[in-house]
């Protein structure tokens, strides 16, 4: 009666917490990028209400709402000027 430990319960060990990572890593990715966009998107409404308040004073005016917002966010300074552009085509 000895007290070793068999090699196929190291490696089924070793297996387990393998893909314990590995399933924990493809459930976060999914959340880390949805975070992002909620984050990016919170940023862009608040570039664009800054750039609303501005414009006030010029008559200009870009809708706050989500697609703008994330537009801004994920694009930055190029997104509003894309927003500006097509809002000054459309009408």
């Known amino acids: 009666m000895g007290l070793g430990i068999e090699i196929s319960i ?3 060990y070793a297996f387990g917490l ?9 459930l976060l990715v999914p ?20 750039l609303n308040f501005i414009g006030n004073y010029i008559d200009f005016y870009i809708p706050t709402n989500p697609f703008t ?8 300074i190029p997104g509003i000027a894309m927003l500006a552009f097509l809002r000054e085509i459309l009408f």
């Open 69 to 76: 917002a994330l537009v801004t966010g994920l694009l930055g």
């Open 18 to 26: 393998i893909l314990l990572y590995v399933i924990g890593y493809i």
């Open 31 to 50: 959340i880390k990028i949805i975070v992002k966009l909620f984050i990016n998107g919170i940023i862009g409404g608040i570039a664009l209400l800054i």
């Open 10 to 12: 190291i490696l089924a």
